[in-house]
């Protein structure tokens, strides 16, 4: 028994290794959770890149949609664009937030690359980018027909991660 | 008089912070010192572990003229940080709430504290034990068994 006790600093030292070993094991630190989920659709009124006309809140809702926030300066969204094609060609509705954008920059990569998107509400500021808690793009909502946010996906969508959040998108469905 | 209005006239002046080449002016010193604690005390959610006030990340950038929109707006502290917190999540709160799932968090330094405390107290009792003179009782009772078996040896 009293033999034991010394070894008490080595269980410590054993489960003090595990949890490091977990943290190290996680594979993204970077992406945090968003409060936001299950949660309605920020409020906003913006232009839409493509044509200038105003949309709001309400013009989300009727289907399941991922929201995906894009900019040209940002190379990560570049990687992606390829694949957000294959999934629009798929029947997946995308709508677009361009983020901290120049709008002329923003229609010229659509025409160079191909656009995806439903359509995409042109956000120079970056005001609702603030409202979504949005801090690097890409990141990818998923909002239900309700225009609920029921998931969210930080840096840029790809096969592997669409093997999981596609089935969360068909679920809303 | 000149002088005294020129002397008022810097009493007057209004409070500014300026951080990373941007500036925040505020009507009085009260509100630019809670703005200065806020930006210390919020974390840039970009940036990992350097606050509003430190990090020149663009997302901190707006995030700073949030914070200074809602405190022109008379906003409270608690108002504003309830504000990022329920859009960035409490990992821009550098004082994290105690709650339950928190209570690890601010649970363990207690428990580790205790658990050493406990473990000193242990091996030290266990020392003790071992190398503590006898009571009175004790020396009675060894010289007591000493004098038998001296009785004993002699028969």
């Keep these: ?173 | 008089m000149m002088r005294f209005t020129w002397l008022l006239l810097l009493v007057c002046a209004p409070a500014m912070a300026v951080i990373d080449g941007h500036k925040y002016p505020f009507d009085n010193a009260e509100d630019q010192a809670r703005f200065a604690q806020l930006a210390e005390d919020l974390r840039c959610p970009k940036c990992q572990n350097q606050n509003l006030a430190d990090s020149n990340a663009p997302v901190a950038a707006d995030m700073r003229d949030k914070v200074y929109e809602l405190l022109q707006d008379g906003k409270s502290d608690d108002e504003v940080v309830g504000y990022l917190v329920a859009r960035y999540g409490d990992f821009v709160r550098y004082n994290p709430p105690v709650r339950l799932d928190t209570l690890l968090l601010w649970a363990s330094p207690v428990v580790l504290l205790g658990l050493g405390l406990l473990l000193i107290a242990l091996l030290r009792g266990q020392q003790g034990t071992v190398n503590k003179a006898l009571s009175p009782e004790e020396q009675a009772r060894l010289a007591e068994i000493k004098a038998r078996l001296e009785q004993e040896s002699d028969k």
């Design chain 1, 1 to 173: 028994m009293n033999r034991a006790l010394l070894f008490i600093p080595l269980v410590i030292f054993a489960l003090m290794g595990v949890v490091f070993w977990i943290g190290l094991g996680i594979e993204d630190k970077t992406s945090l959770p968003s409060p936001l989920i299950n949660k309605p659709f920020p409020d906003f009124e913006l232009g839409v890149v493509e044509d200038g006309r105003t949309l709001t809140t309400a013009d989300l809702k009727g289907q399941p949609a991922l929201v995906n926030v894009w900019a040209t300066w940002c190379p990560t969204c570049k990687a992606e664009h390829a694949f957000l094609n294959t999934l629009a060609a798929q029947g997946v509705r995308i709508i677009g937030i361009n983020y901290k954008d120049d709008l002329a920059k923003a229609k010229d990569w659509l025409a160079a690359y191909g656009n995806p998107y439903a359509y995409n509400l042109s956000d120079p500021d970056g005001m609702l980018g603030l409202e979504l808690g949005v801090y690097g793009a890409p990141e990818t909502f998923l909002i239900d027909a309700d225009g609920i946010i029921r998931a969210k996906h930080i840096g840029d969508l790809n096969p592997r991660v669409w093997s999981t959040l596609g089935q969360t998108f068909e679920a809303l469905k």
